[in-house]
């Protein structure tokens, strides 16, 4: 019995034990994460929800008051703000696929080629072609501005020593490509991220994979179609994301070679500009704070949805893919 009884007593204890770690507290996990979500909320979350709060409301006789959604009708349907929002929406749209029929692909080709093993200077070329990334927007803005005045750039004489001076034209002043001409400047900058991101994925595929298609006869081209490729198609999924939160973010490299107005007349508007001229003003138009909330909260939307659809919808799919 008393044996029984010390069992017991043991068998209590332990659970007594097991019972107080269970409801301890852990302290120290909320000690390490206070700051940064502190800092985090107030300089994102707090600001972001102030904005939406605050597109809900206008001014009537210098005074705050709520109107709920009208400001979004009159961004969508007031011709004083809809044309000009759906020409830089769609102007934003073509930004993001001239990003993703140029930059992705060539940043895949540039990885393909640069993680090739017999390659030599490998790491000169992925350096210099990384490079740009780091550049201010301003300094590429301008520089490009500069390359390609028909008056003083250096675009026309280097087209005439090869002899293709006719195909010059001051593609930054004609309204059919200064939207073109800033996306392929914007692609030459950025193309080093996703070619980093798809060398890095195409280092970490196991070598027992293309041992093993070596045996099977793939190799060459054919092994980066029917083996590499599948296995970093969740890379050039992030990175495809990456691409539409960037370029529907976009406002500095437009600003900084086109202007606050995007010109020729509103040509590379884009969401970012039309943002900075609809809250801040610009020349003869006041700004508007409780429209540009609008407009930013649009923007938030958009980019919400686009993530969601990549999150719940494709990645879910290369995982299944992948398995």
Known sequence: MACCRIGVLETGFSLLEIVMQASRFRWHIV????PAVIVYTAV????????LRLALYTDVDQVRTFVGLDNFNMLFGDPRWSEQFWNALGNNFKFFFIHMLVQNPIGVALAALLSHPRLRFAALYRSAIFIPTILSFVIVGFAWKLILSPIWGIAPSMLDAVGLKSLFAPWLGKEAYALITLSLISVWQFVGIPMMLI?????????????????????GINAFWKIKLPLILPSIGIISILTF?????????????????AGPDFSTDILGTFLYRTFFGFQLQL???????AVAGTMFAIILVGVCIYLFGIQTRLRRYQL
Do not use: H, K, R
């Not at 000690?31 to 206070?34: E, M, Q, T």
């Not at 994102?44 to 904005?51: E, S």
């Not at 939160?245 to 107005?261: E, K, M, P, R, S």
């Open 31 to 34: 000690i390490f994460l206070a």
């Open 44 to 51: 994102m979350i707090f600001p972001l929800f102030n904005t």
């Open 199 to 219: 060398y890095a994925a195409l280092l970490s595929i196991p070598e027992e994979i293309l041992e093993a298609g070596e045996i099977d006869g793939i190799t």
């Open 245 to 261: 939160v960037g370029n529907f973010n976009a406002f500095d490299l437009i600003y900084a070679a086109q202007g606050a107005l």
């Open 287 to 293: 700004g508007d704070p409780y429209m540009g909330s």
